[in-house]
C-alpha cells in the first residue's frame, strides 16, 4: 500500500515534468503513452501459441498466420499511433459553482493536421473509472466532463485522461492532461432569514429583521420552536420531510450582509450567507459583505455577485491552495 | 475503446460475431456433433431476436450456466472416441455459443474475438486445400472486420470495409517477408498421434472385411516428375509393408517394427546400391498422421537436405522422422531397375516365411498338390498367377462376407474379390510353399494432372506381393491384373466406373465426370496443386533455395546482411505507410473552387493568372469579363479570399458560383475567337 503510494506520487511527478499544464494541448510524440491493452496482450499470448502450434505441426498456413496476426499488431501500432496524434485539446474556462453542484469542464476536440481521426476516445478524470466516450467521426466535437462538489474553496482541476484504442483495440493510445484549470466552488446555500444591516461599522445593532408573511421564499426543515401554521402541509401529505415556509417581505434599502450575525458556526454562516448573496442578487438588490477583516461595498452588478461568492469560498481556506 | 457495457438492442457486432461462430462451426461439420451445432444454430436465433428487440432481456445467467453444466456433461459422455482436437473445436465453439447469449461486457467480445481467431487457426490445422483456405481466410477477415466496427460504430459500413482493406493490405508485404525470410524452425515436441483416418492407408488389413478406403474420392498425394510421366503399369507407389498373417488379417510385423526402432537408434543408413536409369520427382503428401511416405521402387532421397527428415528403411520403405500433419513436400529419386536383394536377408527370410498355425486347409492342400507339380519357384509363381488368370475369378469392390476361412472361402466358393483378397491369398500361397513373400500396401495408378504431374486419390490404394525368388531378391507380383487389367492400366476409377460400382456411392460424384463439371474439377484441382506446391510444400529447403539466388553462397555473414536487409525493408514499408510528407497536402474545398475557375476564365480571356495573386488576377480581367461572369467570378474570388486570408464573407456560397459561372462561360462566345 505504501509501496504503491509513493509510485504514484513519483509517476505524478514525472508526468509534471513531462506533460506541462496548459490550457490547449496538441498530442504528439511528446505527451503520448502507447501499450498493448489487456486484449493486446491476450492477442499476443494467442499469437505466440498459434506459432507453436504451426511449427509443431509445420503448418504453414497457421505459420503465415501467426506471422499475419504478428504484422497486423506491428501495422495497429502505428496506425493507433497516427490515429490519436494531431488531436488537439482545448479547455474551456470552468465556471464556479456552488457547493453540491457538479463541475463541468468543457473541453473542444480539434484536428490539428491533415488526417482524418477515427473511434470513440474515452474521456475520463485521471483515476476514476466514470467514462465518456466521444464519436471522433462527428461533427461537434465537444466533451463535458462533469465532477461532483462537496466543498467550498478553490480547486485545481485534475488531469484528463484521453484514451483511444482505435482500430482493432489491441494497442492502446492515452495521454494524461493538465488543462492548468482551477474552479471555484461557493458555500452550499442555507436558506434563511436576509439580515442586512445598515451600517458598516456596526452590525449587530441596527439589523433589520426581515422576517415577515407576505413573501413565500423557502422552505427550512421543520423545528419544534416553527408555529404550526408554517408547515407546509402539502409536503408532509406526500410523506416528505416536515418542513416549515418562511416568508420575507421584500427589501428595498441596501446594507450589508456580515458573518458576525450567524453564529459561531462559520461554515453554517457561510452557507448561509451564500444562500442571501445569492437571492439578493437574483432580486437585483444592492449589498455589501463584511466577513471580519474583508469588506466589500455594496453594489449589485454580477462582478460583484461573483467577488462575494468567491470571497464566501475562499474564507479561511486561502491557505489550502 | 470501444463500449464498456454492450448494448443488448440493435448492436451490430454482436450479431455478426454470432453469424461468424454459425458459419464457421457448420464449415467443421464433420468434426462437429450435431447437438452442438444445432446449439449454435439455437444461439444465433437468440442474438437474432435480440438484436430486432422481440426479446428484451439476454438469458439468465443461471440458465446459462445450467445450459453450460449439461453440456459438458454430454460433451463427455457423447466423444469419447474422438480424437484431441475435434474434442477441443466442439468445446471451444459450444462455450462461445454459450457466452455469445450472454454479451454484456468489453470483455466478453474481446474474448469471443480470440477464440473465434483460434478456431480459425484449428481450420487451418483440420483443412487446407485451396478452397477451405480462403474460406478460413474470408472467416478471419469478417473477424477482423466485427472488431473494427467495434472500435468504430458510428462510420458508414464501407467506410469501415475501405479502412480495413487498408490496414490489411498494409500487413500483407510484412507478413509475406516475415513468411518467406523467417528462419524454420524444427517442432519443439512431438503432438499427440491422431489414431483416426478415416481415410489412408489402414496398417491392418482384412480382405474380408468389406472394403471402406476404396470409395473415397479425396487426395492422396500428387506426383510431379522431372520429366515424363512412368507408364500406368509403372505406377506402384508403395507405402508399407504387411508382413504378419493370422490367418484373417495381414499386419505390420512386430519384428521388423523392433528392428526398425534398434537399427534407427543406431543410426545405421541404409544406403541401396542402385542400377538402371533414374526417375527424379517431387510428392506432395496430404496429411496422413503416420510416419510413412509413398514412393515408386527403389526409391531414396533426392537431395542430402531431405536425409535430415527422411529415414530409408532396410525393408525399402521410406518413414519421415515426424508424422506428416499437414501437406509435406518431399523429392525422391526412384531406380525401377534396381535388384532388391539387398538389406537384411535373414531377417526378411525369418518375417516373411511366418504362417498362421492352422486354418484355410484347403488352400494348404491345394498349395502342397501345386508345390509338387511346379518344384521351381518361378514356376510356382507363375502358376499361381495362371490360375488367377484362369478359373473364373471376379473383380468386385463388394464381395460377400469371408469370416471363417477366409482364404479358402475366396480360392474355392466365391472366387470374388478385389485386391486384397488376391494378394492376401497368393502372399499366402508363396509363404505355404516355402517361399518368403509378403504384402505390399500403397497405391497404383494415378491421373494425369497436366504434362508431368499425376494425382493420386485414397480410391487408387492398392495392395500388391512381394516374393523372395532367387538371388535376384524381392520381386513383384500383382495378382489384380489378371484378374482385372483394367485396374491397373485403366486406373482404379476407370475399372470401378466400369463395373458400376464407384458411381452410386455418391450421387453427386457422377456429375464431375461431365462437361463443365469435369473442367471446374480439373481446373480447381490443378489450382489445388499449385497452392500445395508453391505455398503448403514452401519448406526449409525451398527457403534454403532462395536465400542461394539472392545471395549466391551462403555464408554466415551473408545471411545476417539478408536478415537486416529484411528488417530494413520492413522499416521502410512502415515509413512508406506512416510518413505523410512525400504525399503532397490535399487542397481545401474553397481552393479547389477556385482553381477550377481560374482554369475556366483562362480558357474564356485568354490572359494566363501567372504568378498574380487572386485580387490581383480579378484586377487585371475585370475589363474583359461580360457580365454574369464577372460577377460570379468576382464572388469566387472574395469567397477564396474569406477563406484563405481571413477576409470579411461573401453574400452567396461558392460552390453554386462555380457552376453557374460554368453555364455563363458557355452561353457566351469564346472572346478570342
Given at each position: 500500500m505504501v509501496f504503491s503510494t509513493a509510485l504514484r506520487t513519483l509517476a505524478e511527478r514525472w508526468l509534471q515534468k513531462r506533460i506541462l499544464p496548459q490550457q490547449t494541448h496538441t498530442l504528439n510524440r511528446k505527451n503520448i503513452f502507447i501499450f498493448p491493452g489487456l486484449f493486446g496482450l491476450f492477442y499476443i499470448v494467442m499469437t505466440l501459441c498459434l506459432f507453436i502450434l504451426a511449427i509443431n505441426y509445420q503448418n504453414n498456413l497457421l505459420l503465415f498466420m501467426s506471422q499475419f496476426l504478428t504484422s497486423l499488431l506491428l501495422i495497429t501500432l502505428f496506425a493507433t499511433y497516427k490515429n490519436f496524434s494531431g488531436l488537439a485539446f482545448h479547455a474551456i474556462a470552468v465556471k464556479p459553482v456552488f457547493a453540491g453542484e457538479e463541475v463541468l469542464l468543457r473541453i473542444n476536440i480539434v484536428h490539428k493536421d491533415q488526417n482524418q481521426h477515427y473511434g470513440l476516445l474515452e474521456v475520463r478524470w485521471q483515476n476514476t473509472r466514470q467514462k465518456h466516450l466521444v464519436d471522433l467521426e462527428s461533427d461537434s466535437l465537444t466533451v463535458r466532463l462533469p465532477m461532483n462538489t462537496s466543498q467550498r474553496g478553490k480547486f485545481k482541476l485534475p488531469r484528463v485522461t484521453f484514451n483511444l484504442a482505435y482500430p482493432l483495440g489491441l494497442i492502446r493510445c492515452w495521454t494524461h492532461i493538465d488543462f492548468d484549470q482551477t474552479y471555484v466552488v461557493y458555500p452550499a446555500r442555507q436558506?434563511?432569514?436576509?439580515?442586512?444591516?445598515?451600517?458598516?461599522?456596526?452590525?449587530?445593532?441596527?439589523?433589520?429583521?426581515?422576517?415577515?408573511?407576505?413573501?413565500?421564499?423557502?422552505?427550512?426543515?421543520?423545528?419544534?420552536?416553527?408555529?404550526?401554521?408554517?408547515?407546509?402541509?402539502?409536503?408532509?401529505?406526500?410523506?416528505?420531510?416536515?418542513?416549515?415556509?418562511?416568508?420575507?417581505?421584500?427589501?428595498?434599502?441596501?446594507?450589508?450582509?456580515n458573518i458576525a450575525d450567524h453564529g459561531v458556526d462559520t461554515e453554517l454562516a457561510l452557507k448561509r450567507l451564500s444562500w442571501q448573496v445569492d437571492t439578493l442578487a437574483s432580486k437585483g438588490a444592492t449589498y455589501g459583505l463584511r466577513l471580519n477583516q474583508i469588506t466589500l461595498a455594496p453594489a449589485n452588478t454580477q462582478a460583484h455577485r461573483e467577488a462575494c461568492l468567491t470571497a464566501l469560498a475562499l474564507y479561511k481556506r486561502e491557505t489550502t491552495l | 475503446?470501444?463500449?464498456?457495457?454492450?448494448?443488448?438492442?440493435?448492436?451490430?457486432?454482436?450479431?455478426?460475431?454470432?453469424?461468424?461462430?454459425?458459419?464457421?462451426?457448420?464449415?467443421?461439420?464433420?468434426?462437429?456433433?450435431?447437438?452442438?451445432?444445432?446449439?449454435?444454430?439455437?444461439?444465433?436465433?437468440?442474438?437474432?431476436?435480440?438484436?430486432?428487440?422481440?426479446?428484451?432481456?439476454?438469458?439468465?445467467?443461471?440458465?446459462?450456466?445450467?445450459?453450460?453444466?449439461?453440456?459438458?456433461?454430454?460433451?463427455?459422455?457423447?466423444?469419447?472416441?474422438?480424437?484431441?482436437?475435434?474434442?477441443?473445436?466442439?468445446?471451444?465453439?459450444?462455450?462461445?455459443?454459450?457466452?455469445?447469449?450472454?454479451?454484456?461486457?468489453?470483455?466478453?467480445?474481446?474474448?469471443?474475438?480470440?477464440?473465434?481467431?483460434?478456431?480459425?487457426?484449428?481450420?487451418?490445422?483440420?483443412?487446407?486445400?485451396?478452397?477451405?483456405?480462403?474460406?478460413?481466410a474470408a472467416a478471419l477477415v469478417f473477424l477482423l472486420y466485427i472488431l473494427l466496427s467495434a472500435h468504430s460504430p458510428f462510420s458508414p459500413s464501407k467506410a469501415r470495409q475501405k479502412r480495413l482493406a487498408v490496414l490489411l493490405l498494409q500487413t500483407l508485404p510484412v507478413a509475406a517477408l516475415l513468411f518467406i525470410f523467417m528462419p524454420r524452425l524444427p517442432p519443439l515436441w512431438k503432438m499427440p498421434e491422431s489414431k483416426q483416418t478415416e481415410t489412408g492407408l489402414s496398417e491392418t488389413m482384412t480382405p474380408g472385411d468389406i472394403a471402406k478406403l476404396t470409395k473415397s474420392d479425396d487426395l492422396a498425394f500428387t506426383a510431379t516428375f522431372d520429366d515424363?510421366?512412368?507408364?500406368?503399369?509403372?505406377?506402384?507407389?508403395?507405402?508399407?509393408?504387411?508382413?504378419?498373417?493370422?490367418?484373417?488379417?495381414?499386419?505390420?510385423?512386430?519384428?521388423?517394427?523392433?528392428?526398425?526402432?534398434?537399427?534407427?537408434?543406431?543410426?545405421?543408413?541404409?544406403?541401396?546400391?542402385?542400377?538402371?536409369?533414374?526417375?527424379?520427382?517431387?510428392?506432395?503428401?496430404?496429411?496422413?498422421?503416420?510416419?510413412?511416405?509413398?514412393?515408386?521402387?527403389?526409391?531414396?532421397?533426392?537431395?542430402?537436405?531431405?536425409?535430415?527428415?527422411?529415414?530409408?528403411?532396410?525393408?525399402?520403405?521410406?518413414?519421415?522422422?515426424?508424422?506428416?500433419?499437414?501437406?509435406?513436400?518431399?523429392?525422391?529419386?526412384?531406380?525401377?531397375?534396381?535388384?532388391?536383394?539387398?538389406?537384411?536377408?535373414?531377417?526378411?527370410?525369418q518375417v516373411n516365411l511366418q504362417l498362421p498355425k492352422d486354418g484355410n486347409p484347403e488352400t494348404v492342400q491345394w498349395v502342397q498338390e501345386l508345390r509338387q507339380k511346379y518344384q521351381n519357384n518361378r514356376d510356382f509363381a507363375r502358376a499361381l498367377m495362371m490360375y488367377f488368370g484362369n478359373s473364373g475369378f471376379e473383380y468386385t469392390l463388394t464381395p460377400p462376407a469371408m469370416t471363417s476361412d477366409p482364404v479358402d472361402n475366396f480360392l474355392f466358393t466365391y472366387k470374388s474379390g478385389f485386391c486384397a483378397h488376391y494378394a492376401s491369398a497368393m502372399a499366402y500361397a508363396f509363404r505355404l510353399a516355402g517361399i518368403p513373400a509378403r504384402i505390399v500396401t500403397g497405391y497404383q495408378g494415378g491421373t494425369p494432372l497436366n504434362d508431368d504431374t499425376l494425382s493420386i486419390y485414397q480410391y487408387d490404394a492398392h495392395a500388391w506381393v512381394e516374393a523372395w525368388l532367387d538371388e535376384n531378391g524381392w520381386q513383384q507380383f500383382d495378382p489384380t491384373t489378371m484378374v482385372a487389367p483394367t485396374r491397373i492400366n485403366g486406373g482404379f476409377e476407370h475399372a470401378a466406373r466400369y463395373s458400376g460400382e464407384l458411381i452410386g456411392e455418391n450421387p453427386f460424384s457422377g456429375l464431375s465426370h461431365q462437361g463443365i463439371f469435369a473442367y471446374l474439377t480439373a481446373f480447381g484441382a490443378k489450382m489445388d496443386y499449385m497452392w500445395s506446391r508453391w505455398f503448403l510444400g514452401f519448406n526449409e529447403e525451398r527457403q534454403t533455395d532462395i536465400f542461394k539466388h539472392i545471395l549466391g553462397k551462403l555464408s554466415p555473414l551473408r545471411i545476417a546482411l539478408l536478415g537486416g536487409g529484411i528488417i530494413l525493408l520492413i522499416v521502410g514499408l512502415l515509413t512508406l505507410y506512416f510518413m505523410p510528407r512525400w504525399r503532397p497536402i490535399p487542397l481545401a474545398e474553397h481552393q479547389k473552387v477556385y482553381l477550377a475557375a481560374v482554369k475556366l476564365i483562362e480558357g474564356f480571356t485568354g490572359i494566363p493568372r501567372e504568378e498574380k495573386s487572386a485580387r490581383r488576377y480579378y484586377q487585371a480581367i475585370e475589363a474583359t469579363l461580360p457580365e454574369p461572369i464577372g460577377r460570379r467570378f468576382f464572388a469566387i474570388t472574395q469567397y477564396f479570399e474569406h477563406r484563405e486570408y481571413g477576409a470579411p464573407p461573401p453574400q452567396a456560397i461558392a460552390k453554386d458560383n462555380l457552376a453557374q459561372l460554368k453555364t455563363a462561360i458557355k452561353k457566351h462566345q469564346p472572346l478570342r475567337a
Open positions: 436558506p434563511c432569514p436576509i439580515l442586512l444591516s445598515t451600517s458598516p461599522d456596526e452590525g449587530g445593532k441596527e439589523k433589520s429583521v426581515t422576517l415577515g408573511n407576505d413573501d413565500f421564499y423557502a422552505l427550512q426543515p421543520w423545528q419544534k420552536t416553527d408555529p404550526l401554521h408554517r408547515v407546509a402541509w402539502k409536503r408532509v401529505a406526500k410523506g416528505g420531510d416536515w418542513t416549515s415556509k418562511v416568508f420575507s417581505t421584500p427589501q428595498a434599502q441596501s446594507g450589508y450582509l | 475503446m470501444m463500449l464498456e457495457h454492450i448494448p443488448v438492442k440493435g448492436y451490430r457486432p454482436s450479431l455478426l460475431i454470432t453469424l461468424f461462430y454459425g458459419v464457421i462451426a457448420t464449415s467443421m461439420w464433420s468434426n462437429m456433433h450435431f447437438w452442438v451445432l444445432l446449439l449454435c444454430g439455437c444461439v444465433l436465433l437468440v442474438r437474432l431476436s435480440l438484436y430486432f428487440g422481440q426479446n428484451k432481456h439476454a438469458p439468465n445467467k443461471r440458465t446459462v450456466n445450467l445450459l453450460a453444466v449439461l453440456s459438458a456433461i454430454a460433451l463427455l459422455t457423447t466423444s469419447g472416441d474422438l480424437p484431441l482436437l475435434p474434442i477441443m473445436i466442439n468445446l471451444l465453439v459450444l462455450a462461445c455459443s454459450l457466452k455469445l447469449m450472454l454479451i454484456a461486457l468489453r470483455r466478453d467480445f474481446y474474448q469471443l474475438i480470440i477464440c473465434g481467431t483460434f478456431l480459425v487457426a484449428c481450420g487451418f490445422i483440420l483443412y487446407q486445400s485451396l478452397f477451405r483456405s480462403l474460406f478460413y515424363t510421366l512412368p507408364a500406368p503399369k509403372a505406377r506402384y507407389w508403395r507405402a508399407f509393408s504387411l508382413e504378419q498373417f493370422n490367418g484373417k488379417s495381414w499386419t505390420v510385423s512386430d519384428t521388423r517394427r523392433h528392428a526398425r526402432r534398434q537399427l534407427q537408434q543406431m543410426n545405421r543408413l541404409f544406403t541401396p546400391h542402385t542400377q538402371g536409369p533414374a526417375i527424379s520427382y517431387e510428392i506432395i503428401l496430404e496429411p496422413t498422421q503416420k510416419h510413412w511416405l509413398v514412393g515408386l521402387d527403389t526409391a531414396i532421397s533426392a537431395d542430402s537436405s531431405y536425409a535430415q527428415s527422411i529415414w530409408q528403411g532396410w525393408d525399402y520403405q521410406l518413414t519421415n522422422r515426424k508424422p506428416i500433419f499437414s501437406r509435406y513436400a518431399y523429392a525422391l529419386t526412384s531406380y525401377p531397375q534396381t535388384i532388391r536383394n539387398q538389406g537384411l536377408g535373414s531377417l526378411d527370410q
